[in-house]
């Protein structure tokens, strides 16, 4: 049977040079008239609602009611900000790596993005076709908690596909502590890599599977 590989996305397998955190500023500023409310709002490995639940709470706004309206101008902003990836760049390796492997194990995301944020930032730098489901994966506005990230895409493919892979033969690649607690919630081996700038020295201590800076450092390692 196939392996699965689950893969985050900031970080892990791009780095859109802050286009992201400029998309929720500008989207957040429409609305509220906040000039860059996200500089002080912790965004690395968080659900895409839950930072929009944070800004609000951090601002004293009390209401549930802006979300939807956020995220359409998000969106809209996000997509603005891919005429110009001159800034993005696919981390290293990352390409290479799911070509390898694309034969011989099943892809999908496991990303605190929203599914039309994530497929938006993919499909700029050449990475969406790599999904051909891309629906199974698990996205941020599916979920309250990051670490039930992992289950909800287990569900999503044993539903769609009635495939239930072994816990040890499914990998989560990401480059938060975040990413590796959602791995062993679901006894997934976890791969942990700096490309998101925290340190290998610092994931360590959150006690991963494997540690690499890249994907080019993960192309000979039999999983």
Same mark, same amino acid.
């Given at each position: 049977?196939?392996?699965?590989?689950l893969?985050? /996305?900031?970080?892990?397998?791009?780095?859109?040079?802050?286009?992201?955190?400029?998309?929720? !500023?500008?989207?957040?500023?429409e609305?509220?008239?906040?000039?860059?409310?996200?500089?002080? /709002?912790?965004?690395?490995?968080?659900?895409?609602?839950i930072?929009?639940?944070?800004?609000?709470?951090?601002?004293?706004?009390?209401?549930?009611?802006?979300?939807?309206k956020? @995220?359409?101008l998000?969106?809209k902003?996000?997509?603005?900000?891919t005429?110009d990836i001159?800034?993005?760049? =696919? =981390?290293e390796?990352? @390409?290479?790596?799911l070509?390898?492997?694309?034969?011989?194990?099943?892809?999908? &995301?496991l990303?605190? !993005?929203?599914?039309?944020g994530? @497929? /938006?930032?993919?499909?700029a =730098?050449g990475?969406?076709?790599?999904?051909?489901?891309?629906?199974i994966g698990?996205?941020?506005?599916?979920?309250?908690e990051?670490?039930?990230?992992?289950?909800?895409?287990?569900?999503?493919?044993?539903? @769609?596909? %009635?495939?239930?892979?072994?816990?040890?033969d499914?990998?989560?690649?990401?480059?938060?502590q975040h990413?590796?607690? =959602?791995?062993?919630?679901? %006894?997934?081996?976890?791969?942990?890599?700096?490309?998101?700038? /925290?340190? &290998?020295?610092? &994931?360590?201590?959150?006690?991963?599977?494997?540690?690499?800076? !890249?994907f080019?450092? &993960?192309?000979?390692?039999?999983?």
């Amino acid at each position: 049977m196939k392996r699965l590989y689950l893969f985050d /996305i900031d970080g892990t397998l791009i780095r859109s040079g802050g286009a992201g955190k400029r998309s929720f !500023n500008k989207a957040f500023n429409e609305i509220f008239g906040i000039d860059n409310a996200f500089d002080d /709002i912790p965004m690395h490995g968080m659900l895409d609602p839950i930072i929009f639940q944070n800004a609000l709470s951090f601002y004293g706004i009390i209401s549930n009611n802006y979300y939807r309206k956020f @995220k359409k101008l998000y969106l809209k902003y996000l997509s603005e900000e891919t005429k110009d990836i001159s800034g993005w760049k =696919v =981390v290293e390796g990352v @390409k290479s790596f799911l070509k390898k492997n694309q034969d011989n194990a099943f892809f999908a &995301l496991l990303t605190g !993005n929203m599914y039309e944020g994530a @497929k /938006i930032k993919l499909e700029a =730098v050449g990475l969406w076709d790599f999904f051909p489901e891309p629906e199974i994966g698990a996205f941020g506005d599916e979920a309250e908690e990051r670490i039930h990230l992992g289950n909800i895409a287990l569900k999503k493919i044993k539903k @769609k596909r %009635g495939i239930e892979f072994n816990k040890r033969d499914i990998i989560v690649f990401g480059d938060t502590q975040h990413d590796i607690a =959602v791995a062993k919630h679901i %006894g997934a081996q976890s791969v942990a890599l700096s490309s998101g700038g /925290i340190s &290998l020295n610092v &994931l360590q201590k959150y006690q991963p599977d494997y540690l690499a800076e !890249n994907f080019t450092e &993960l192309m000979n390692i039999e999983f």
